[in-house]
């Protein structure tokens, strides 16, 4: 067999043996010795290694986290020199005591790193770094002792194993931690998003330390969404059944939203920057959404108010929906189906002279007198959008003025007319 130097009278390398039941080596009890006896230097050079190589563990001018970082060290380069130690140099059953306490340890590494904002590179290369300096002293030490080769690749593989769960460990405390900081984060967001959506408003230095807590910056104008259904996508079939959630949008960051609400909605704060409107509207592609009117802070109930009212009219066919609806787009119909009762007797009362006609020449007429009313009373103009001989439109317009007589001559009447005829243009979508 190999050797690393002419081997010493030792005992043979002993059984494998785990306190965890990992199938760990166990040295002979000179080299445990040894290992012990070299503790204080390994651990010296690991850290010392680990400040020179990995940038972000530098802290000349941080005493105590240089201590913590010593401290730790310290704690995995010992408990594996005991995991290893002969039987009678050891407790066994301390073993899993300080296997728990070091992979707790480790967890615990990991969620600070977290909580500090560093990625867990830093970390990985530095327990990388400290195996590659515990496996170079422990080849000089095994040398010394004359620790044959297969004593000494059993626990080069043992240092792998014990490296993967100090690596796994702190894996694990990192995630966690970031989970927790995730979840902490968007519980503080949907309460400060519950504060602005507040009718009537919560006081603003609530908002403000609501604001502070959730790391978000007040911003002067916001404009909020209310979110419906995800849209199915054109060409899919009716019969083929959704397969769990729809994916969550991918919005900028800054935009808050609640899932949890029964009528989900998302706020946009600074919604007339450049880009922050598109951005917003290419992440909700698929969803039915419609945003309110651009408002301050303090009038985002308001602004969820009116998106609300768009998407209904939406979803009722009375406005098109192509994509992201803007609700300062439709204020004329907000305005007309803001009270449709009122709408509705105002229908009644000033479009009744069409009922003495056919369905069909009530929707001619109709149209006409709209367009009329809207391009000024100019029959040349209304013959161009309606495509019709203006001959024809002076026809109708002179059946208009049979029916609705003073009607089209008083300017307040004129004005009621128009919104009425404009209500009903605007249903005739959902009628049909």
């Not at 039941?21 to 204080?40: D, I, N």
């Not at 530095?126 to 080769?149: F, I, K, P």
């Not at 002067?220 to 979110?227: N, P, S």
């Not at 939406?314 to 009122?342: T, V």
Request: proline share 8%; glycine share 6%; charged share 25%.
């Amino acid at each position: 067999m190999l050797k690393l130097a002419e081997p010493a009278k030792l005992p043979g390398p002993a059984p494998a043996v785990s306190a965890a039941g990992t199938g760990w080596p166990v040295l002979p009890a000179q080299l445990s010795a040894m290992l012990r006896k070299e503790c204080p230097a390994s651990v010296a050079e690991i850290l010392t290694v680990i400040q020179d190589e990995v940038a972000e563990y530098t802290r000349p001018l941080d005493p105590a986290y240089v201590h913590r970082l010593g401290r730790a060290v310290e704690h995995a380069v010992r408990t594996f020199i005991e995991r290893v130690a002969a039987p009678a140099a050891a407790t066994p059953a301390a073993a899993p005591d300080a296997t728990t306490a070091i992979l707790a340890e480790f967890r615990a590494i990991g969620a600070a790193e977290a909580r500090e904002g560093r990625s867990l590179e830093p970390l990985q290369s530095a327990l990388r770094l400290g195996a590659r300096v515990g496996w170079r002293r422990l080849c000089a030490v095994a040398a010394r002792q004359g620790l044959d080769m297969l004593a000494l690749g059993r626990v080069g593989e043992a240092i792998f194993v014990y490296l993967d769960e100090l690596a796994a460990a702190s894996s694990q405390g990192y995630l966690d931690a970031r989970a927790e900081f995730a979840g902490e984060r968007e519980r503080r967001r949907r309460r400060l998003l519950d504060l602005i959506l507040a009718d009537p408003p919560a006081g603003a230095d609530a908002v403000a330390e609501a604001a502070r807590a959730a790391g978000w910056a007040l911003p002067d104008r916001i404009a909020v969404v209310a979110l419906g259904d995800q849209q199915t996508t054109a060409g899919a079939q009716d019969d083929v059944t959704p397969s769990g959630p729809p994916p969550t949008p991918d919005l900028p960051p800054d935009v808050l939203i609640d899932w949890s609400r029964q009528q989900p909605c998302l706020l946009i704060p600074d919604p007339d920057r450049h880009g922050r409107i598109a951005a917003v509207s290419r992440a909700l592609e698929g969803w039915a959404a419609a945003m309110g009117p651009v408002q301050s802070l303090d009038r985002a109930a308001a602004s969820l108010h009116w998106a609300r009212r768009a998407l209904g009219l939406a979803e009722r066919g009375i406005i098109d929906r192509p994509g992201l609806i803007r609700g300062d787009e439709h204020l004329a119909a907000l305005l007309i189906f803001a009270d449709e009762e009122l709408t509705g007797a105002l229908q009644a009362a000033r479009l009744a002279p069409l009922e003495r006609l056919r369905p069909a020449q009530q929707d001619r007429l109709a149209e006409t007198l709209l367009i009329w009313l809207q391009h000024g009373c100019n029959a040349n103009e209304v013959a161009a959008q309606v495509h019709v001989h203006p001959q024809t439109v002076r026809y109708r317009l002179r059946q208009a003025d049979d029916l609705f007589g003073d009607q089209l001559r008083d300017p307040d009447r004129r004005f009621e007319l128009e919104i009425a005829l404009r209500a009903r243009q605007l249903l005739r979508p959902s009628a049909r």
